[in-house]
């Protein structure tokens, strides 16, 4: 295990994080008590340290499972969660990014996890009811306080987290070091504008749903459809012949190198930039140790361009408009290709 600074930050994570969505059988499915400390135990052993969980996983199991197993070696781990998500069905306040949601999210989690602080506090989810200067006021007051140490943001729109932590900047408020996305060989759309920012911002990229919902393990490859009814809408959308056609150059890729499909898409969203820690979520402990073993796999520039050309997106406006030859001729002058830039 190799560890990187979280973004702009001086914290060091390992080169993934262990996700605990699947701590706690509550939302009938996930790993029980027992079967969790299995995945969590093989995580530390192979010297993971970051441990990411939500307020809402398992109707709070997983934040409960996290802080009895974080016990022991508290000081040693960086602990995430997250808060933004509706606690109590009917209560307007329960949910969202304003002050009331954040502090009482806050005390909340920390008596679950048994711990008087957390190393990393997750937006979870963009509030558009909510002002961001009163998110980051109010995150940055935490922070202050010594209850949070470093503040992430997920699942936002690009320009709402160039707002925040522009804002914060200016103001001397504390910025967001991460940003947690969707990311994976079948859903590449965090690329046209996501990841450029955090690129400029310099925020460390924890990607979630690396494995396609376990599309890209294999396990579909006779294009038959999951039998998982809860996986209705995903197989709708998922099951393209383009999806299945980069499946098939995973499964190609994974033969080559003598590792297995999930290996090769984990270290596929490894490789896409310099600080990229994947969330590792599994069901089982024989799950999670095949996608440690994505730490040992390295792919070629010839792998990675095999890969780029079967699951390319494209880019949209204004990306493929400036992009063009006629815009750069009118642009450059002409000039655009006998000017080295280092920034490129």
Partial sequence: MRYKLLGRSGLRVSEVALGTMTFGEEWGFGASRDESKRQFDAFIEQGGNFIDSAINYTNGSSERLVGEFVASERARLVVATKYSICTRPGDPNA???????????LETSLKR???DYLDLYWVHL????????????ALDDLVRSGKVLYVGISDAPAWIVSQANTMAELRGWSRFVGLQIKWSLID?????ELVPMARAFDLGVTPWGVLGAGFLTGKYADKRAPDDTRRADWTAKSLTEKNFAIAAEVAAVAKELGATPSQVAIAWARQMAPCVV???????HAQLVDNLGAC???????????LDAVSRAPRGFPHDFLASGQIRGVAYGGMYDRIDDHRR
């Fill in 188 to 192: 590449r759309d965090a690329e046209r």
């Fill in 296 to 306: 040992a796999v390295a792919l070629s520039p010839e792998h990675m361009a095999r």
């Fill in 126 to 137: 963009h509030d558009a009811l909510t002002p961001i200067d009163e998110t980051m006021r």
């Fill in 95 to 105: 949910g969202g990014n304003h002050r009331k949601n954040l502090v009482q999210s």
């Fill in 113 to 115: 996890l048994g711990t």
């Fill in 278 to 284: 994947p969330i590792l979520g599994a069901r089982t």
